[in-house]
């Protein structure tokens, strides 16, 4: 049998590789070669992230201290796995002002 210890040092590490390969995307986007596999690497971690979190869950291990937390984060992970397979390509899709067209504005105004 494999140790609660290790499945839980296994999903925390899981976790913080797919949180910085995905801090690194805008990046990685430049070339959609380097998109692509970035998508499909974030994509698989967290997949594999949200088994080993449901296998901790069942192996009765704690995540942060809650023996609750591992089945919910394990479904947030299928989720952001696949909005991870999304291809906006650039595309803006927050349509909000940014402090850069703010000041435009307000030097126009003057």
């Known amino acids: 049998m494999v140790a609660v210890t290790f499945i839980e040092a296994l999903a925390e590490t899981l976790c ?5 390969i995905f ?3 805008a990046t990685l986007s430049r070339s959609p070669s380097a998109e692509r596999v ?3 690497v974030i ?4 997949v594999l992230s949200a088994v ?3 296998w901790l869950s069942l192996a009765g291990g704690e995540l942060w201290g809650s023996n609750y937390l591992p089945r919910p984060l394990s479904l947030f992970c299928v989720l952001i796995a696949i909005a991870a397979r999304m291809n906006i390509k650039g595309t803006n899709v927050s ?3 940014n402090p850069h067209s703010i000041g435009r504005m307000s030097d126009e105004a003057e």
């Open 16 to 20: 913080g590789v797919a949180a910085v």
């Open 23 to 25: 801090t690194f995307i």
């Open 38 to 40: 970035a998508q499909n």
């Open 43 to 46: 994509s698989a971690v967290l």
């Open 52 to 54: 080993v979190l449901w």
């Open 95 to 97: 349509f909000g002002a």
